[in-house]
Structure formats: C-alpha cells, structure tokens
C-alpha cells in the first residue's frame, strides 16, 4: 500500500477564483485527499431551513477536477449563530460555570435537545442534495 496524503480546506473563507489554483497547489505537493465543511455550517444554512450547496458542489467539482479525493465532513462542529440566537442555553458551561460564548469550536453542549434536533434536519437535508 502506498501512504497517501491529505489536507483539511475550508473553501468557505476563500475566494471563490483561488480554489482551482489551492486544488493545483495541492496536487503539486502530493496531495490526494481534502477534507471540507467540517466548519461551514453557517454557510450551508445560513437561515434557518434555507440551504446553500452551490457553493459546496464547485468546490468538490474542482477539487475533483484536479484528481483530489473530498472527504465530506459533518458540520456539526460550529453552530451557527441563528442557533445560538434560537437556544441560548445550548451554550456549553466551562469548569468555572460560565457559558462559554458564539464563536469557537465546540461552544454548544452535545445533549441540548435544540441542537440535536437542527443536527438532524441539517443532515437529512444534505442527504437529499449530494451525489457519490
């Protein structure tokens, strides 16, 4: 078996033109698998129950395109805000009893039944809208 090699790449904080050269880059260095969206699920649902995979279907097109292999990441790691605004007690407590606040990985407590539920219907809609 040969190793193989691979990279996390948040596509959703560049811009758009410089994806392709990224995919080139990558694939100059020995690159063959990307991980994406782990981070993005503001982007993918930027309100409430309206998706945005547009941007998400380029992305893994050119990564494709230049014979890079995307691994697809559950987002689940970075509430977006409208959640946070939704259920402010979804907020993870630290050890010193203080929420802690928007804007960090993590910042949600796992077992909020809020969370779990958005959780849910983000991922049956993703279910509906990639392709292998």
């Known amino acids: ?7 996390c790449y948040y596509p ?25 969206a782990e981070f993005a699920w503001s ?9 945005t995979f547009e941007w ?3 992305a893994i097109g050119i990564l494709a395109g230049h014979g890079l292999k995307v691994v697809m990441c559950t987002p689940t790691a970075t509430p977006p805000r409208w959640m ?11 050890g010193a009893g203080q929420p802690r606040t928007f804007g960090s990985r993590r910042h949600y407590c796992f077992s909020h039944l809020g969370y779990r539920a958005e959780k849910r219907a983000h991922r049956a809609s993703a ?6």
């Not at 904080?13 to 698998?33: F, K, L, P, Q, S």
């Not at 982007?43 to 998706?51: A, I, K, Q, T």
């Open 1 to 7: 078996m040969i190793p193989e090699l691979g990279v």
């Open 12 to 36: 959703e904080h560049w811009d758009e033109a410089m994806w392709a050269e990224d995919a080139a880059r990558m694939v100059e260095t020995g690159i063959t698998w990307v991980r994406i």
């Open 43 to 51: 982007r993918l649902e930027p309100v409430p129950g309206h998706f």
């Open 56 to 58: 998400l279907d380029k």
């Open 84 to 94: 946070i605004d939704r259920y402010p007690d979804m907020l993870a407590i630290d």
């Open 127 to 132: 279910r509906g809208t990639i392709r292998a």
